[in-house]
C-alpha cells in the first residue's frame, strides 16, 4: 500500500469517523454473482452524489480501484460521494464504501439483452455511471459493432432511469493474448478506437458521455496478474484515470 493510501486510510478510520453509512455492506466478501446487498433509494435534496461503477470482475471481484478512488475522493475533500450498486465490495485492506455494480463473467451484451440493468438502476439511482464493460465480450468473440449496440441500449436504460445522467465510459484496459484469447489484444484496440466516435454521437448536453482512457499507457505484463484483471499497479492507473475525468464533474 503506499504512502498516499496510507494517508488517506489514516484520515478515513480517525477524521471521518464516518459519516458512512455508506460503508455499511463493504467489507462483506462477495462471490462471483451471489449475495446482492440490498439497495436503499430514498432520495432527499441535497443529497451526496450517487456513483455506479458498471462492469465486470475488472470492476468488481475485487476491483480494489474502487477502494483507490473513493480514498481519493476523500482525499481531494469529496466526503459525499456515494459508491452505489446492487452488490457489497472485497476487502481491499482498508474500510472504504464497497457498493457497485461489477460482476463477473458477464458480457455487456448479454446485461442489455436481458434488461439487467433497468432493475440495478431503479434499486440504486445513481448520478454518475463509470462504465468499464465489453472485456468478456471480446474474449467471446463478440464483434465490435454489437458491442457498441448493447452500450447504446444501456445508454438509454440510464437516461430513463435519470434524464440527467453523466456517463463515463472506459477506453478498456488491454489483454495479453497470450494468457487470454489469440485475438483479445487486438479485439480490445479494435472496440477501444471505435469508443469515441459512439461516445460523440450519444453525448448529449443534458446527459454527456465522457470517454476515459485506460487503455494508453497500461501495461498487460506489468499491471495485470494474469493478462486480464489489474493487478496493484494496474489498479491504481485505473483510479487516476477515473479520479481525473469525475473531479471536474464534482467541482
Partial sequence: MDRRLSRAARRVCAGLG????????????????????????????????????????????????RALLWADLVEAGHTDADFVG????????????GDNEGHGGFLVTDVAARGLL??????????????????????????????LDAYGVLVGQMRAQNPGMRILVAQIIPMDSDRSCATCGQG??????AIPAW????????????????????DADADTYDGVHPSGSGDRRIADRWLESLLPLLA
Fill in 86 to 97: 446492487t452488490r457489497p465490495g472485497d476487502g481491499c485492506g482498508f474500510e472504504y464504501d
Fill in 118 to 147: 433497468v432493475d440495478w438502476l431503479a434499486r440504486t439511482e445513481p448520478d454518475v455511471v463509470l462504465m468499464h464493460f465489453g472485456t468478456n465480450d471480446v474474449w467471446s468473440g463478440v464483434p465490435t459493432e454489437t458491442v
Fill in 199 to 218: 461516445a460523440e454521437a450519444q453525448d448529449t448536453a443534458e446527459s454527456p458521455v465522457l470517454v476515459v482512457d485506460q487503455w494508453t499507457g497500461f
Fill in 18 to 65: 464516518l459519516t458512512l453509512a455508506l460503508v455499511a455492506g463493504a467489507l462483506a466478501p462477495a462471490s462471483a454473482d451471489a449475495g446482492a446487498a440490498p439497495a436503499d433509494t430514498a432520495r432527499t435534496e441535497g443529497d451526496a452524489v450517487r456513483i455506479m461503477p458498471l462492469g465486470d470482475s475488472i470492476t468488481g471481484s475485487p476491483g480494489c480501484w
Fill in 188 to 193: 480490445v484496440e479494435d472496440l477501444n478506437a
